[in-house]
């Protein structure tokens, strides 16, 4: 049997990490972790239904290693729920897209994952 290589189409990697999220949407706060993240959105579970397309507040912790300390950052941003499954457990997984962050803050989370990458990675880009 031929296996196929799955080829990744993101432009930024994603990581299947587990980091501290909070989350605020249409007066409520959420406290969860994060299923996956990259610095363009993130992947996590929540107790509570909220529509596509809602918008909202983001606070993400990040333990980046740096000279072997490791320093605990956070980064706040504006998102926008881009997905909402029903979870057949309870609860609901939601995507979300970073569409307002900081370049600072977004180059934060890309050290965050890069931490984990192999060293020769390198993310697919667009011909032009």
């Known amino acids: 049997m031929k296996q196929s290589l799955k080829q990744e189409r993101r432009l930024h990697p994603r ?4 980091l501290p999220v909070k989350i605020a949407a249409n ?6 972790t994060t299923q996956n993240v990259s610095c363009v ?7 509570k239904y909220i529509p596509p397309f809602t918008k909202i507040m983001v606070r993400l912790a990040l ?5 072997n300390k490791t320093k605990n950052y956070s980064v706040e941003c504006k998102g926008v729920i881009v997905r909402t ?5 309870g609860g609901f ?7 307002d962050i900081k370049g600072s803050q977004r180059q934060k989370i890309s050290e965050y994952i890069s931490q984990f990458l192999p060293q020769n990675f390198s993310s697919p880009r667009k011909k032009i």
């Open 15 to 18: 990581l299947d990490h587990t």
């Open 27 to 32: 007066g409520y706060d959420f406290i969860t």
């Open 41 to 47: 959105g993130a992947y996590c579970r929540i107790n």
């Open 63 to 67: 333990p980046i290693i740096t000279d």
């Open 85 to 89: 499954e029903d979870e057949s457990e």
């Open 93 to 99: 997984n939601i995507a979300i897209f970073f569409n």
